[in-house]
């Protein structure tokens, strides 16, 4: 390889019928010069950052920049050796002196699916696409503070302040994202204070509230999934979405995978005489792999299915005579309030309670939960069965007390 000096590019040759030719310099590898069938000739240089190879162009031949051009390859080749990459920068310096925001929402969502939730991505997906529409043509380094509070204003006005708030933490996201990316160089959505107080939900139901419950659910799959979260303080989307790979009759007990737990760590719930019983008089669905439910994917139809519990609850209490309707609640408060119970009565003690709702808080967190690897498997299944007993000894109590056959 011949070194690259001053007039070199002007005695080389680019034979007939050749686009191009290219030549390295014998004293630093990886500087380079291309000259083309017209005559013009530019500097580069190549070298790798990791496995892949990278070609940056300097800038064109002209009488007098060698030198520079040299100083500007090594500096190149000198970061590369730390891992730098010039290509990288220079494409994202590019893409951001021209990505909106419209441009960059699909970007982000593509490498956040595969780690988030599907019902949280649903969610974010719907509040980036829908929410911040308006900002969508705006550079996303050019969007301000007030611009940002002016569209959740906005979404509080048609939506609430909850709706607000989560569409703020989902843009928050993004622009984290496209800080980590060289997209912008601040977050618009930091110090925006929240629309809604935010108010720890504490509700839990009385064991007569249980029963009430109890003995509304339909003889569908939402009853089941109801009472099969009365009895074992698991999440919905874990009992909703349960498929029978994840159902060990032979254990007695539901294996969940990692992919389908909120804190991502694989579960197993034993399975007590109740929960068990309900899962055996599910009829399996042919070509089906969900337990519950019938569109693609596990149980749907949530919102409506709760109404109609409410309902029965109602018309269960005014045909008793109680004027006063039940205080409200959903289906999460059924998990506190199997927590609560189970605490309150001595069924189990706490670290085993949380070892059955699979928390990671709490006795289980810090070093403790680093390094103390028993799953209290045999104590979790002598305290559902305990606790299934209980919820069918006070259903069964209430049903006498009534004259119900």
């Known amino acids: 390889m011949p070194k690259l000096v001053e007039g070199y590019a002007d005695r080389l040759h680019v034979p007939p019928g050749v686009r191009d030719v290219q030549v390295f310099d014998d004293d630093l590898p990886g500087f380079g010069l291309r000259k083309f069938r017209s005559g013009r000739a530019v500097y580069f240089v190549k070298y790798s950052i990791g496995h892949q190879q990278r070609r940056l162009t300097l800038g064109v031949v002209v009488r007098g920049n060698c030198t520079e051009m040299r100083k500007r390859a090594s500096t190149v080749l000198a970061r590369a050796r730390l891992g730098e990459d010039a290509v990288a920068e ?3 310096a590019a893409a951001k002196r021209t990505a909106a925001l419209g441009v960059l929402v699909p970007k982000y969502l593509a490498e956040r699916q595969p ?3 599907p019902r949280y991505f649903a969610e974010i997906k719907r509040q980036l696409e829908r929410d ?3 900002l969508h043509g705006s550079a996303v380094d050019a969007i ?9 204003d906005d979404v509080a006005a048609r939506q609430g302040n909850v709706a607000a708030d989560r569409a703020r933490v989902a843009l928050s996201g993004l622009f984290a994202w496209a800080i980590g990316r060289n997209y912008a160089e601040a977050n618009p959505t930091l110090n925006i204070g929240p629309r809604a107080q935010a108010i720890a939900r504490d509700r839990v139901l009385s064991e007569a509230e249980l029963v009430e419950v109890w003995r509304a659910c339909g003889d569908d799959d939402y009853g089941r999934i109801v009472r099969l979260l009365m009895l074992t303080g698991q999440r919905r989307e874990e009992i909703g979405g349960l498929v029978w790979a994840e159902i060990d009759r032979d254990k007695r007990r539901l294996d969940l995978p990692g992919s389908r737990t909120k804190n991502g760590r694989a579960h197993v719930v034993p399975l007590g005489d109740q929960a068990m019983a309900i899962l055996e008089a599910v009829e399996r669905r042919e070509d089906r792999e969900h337990v519950f ?3 693609a994917g596990g149980f749907s139809g949530w919102s409506k299915a709760k109404a ?3 309902a029965r609850i109602a018309a269960a209490r005014k045909a008793a005579g109680l004027k006063k309707a039940m205080p409200a609640w959903r289906l999460h408060d059924l998990r506190r309030s199997f927590v609560t119970h189970v605490n309150e009565r001595k069924i189990a003690p706490p670290h085993v309670v949380e070892a059955i709702v699979n928390h990671v808080s709490g006795h289980l967190a810090g070093v403790a939960g680093t390094y103390n690897k028993a799953v209290y498997l045999d104590e979790r299944r002598e305290a559902l069965q305990a606790w299934g007993k209980h919820v069918a ?11 119900v056959h």
């Open 144 to 152: 301000s503070r007030a611009d940002v509070i002016r569209v959740v």
């Open 308 to 310: 109609e519990l409410d």
């Open 293 to 295: 439910g019938r569109g």
């Open 115 to 117: 780690v988030l939730r």
């Open 90 to 92: 220079k494409r994202a």
């Open 393 to 403: 000894e006070i259903v069964e109590r209430a049903r006498r007390h009534d004259g």
């Open 132 to 134: 911040w529409k308006p």
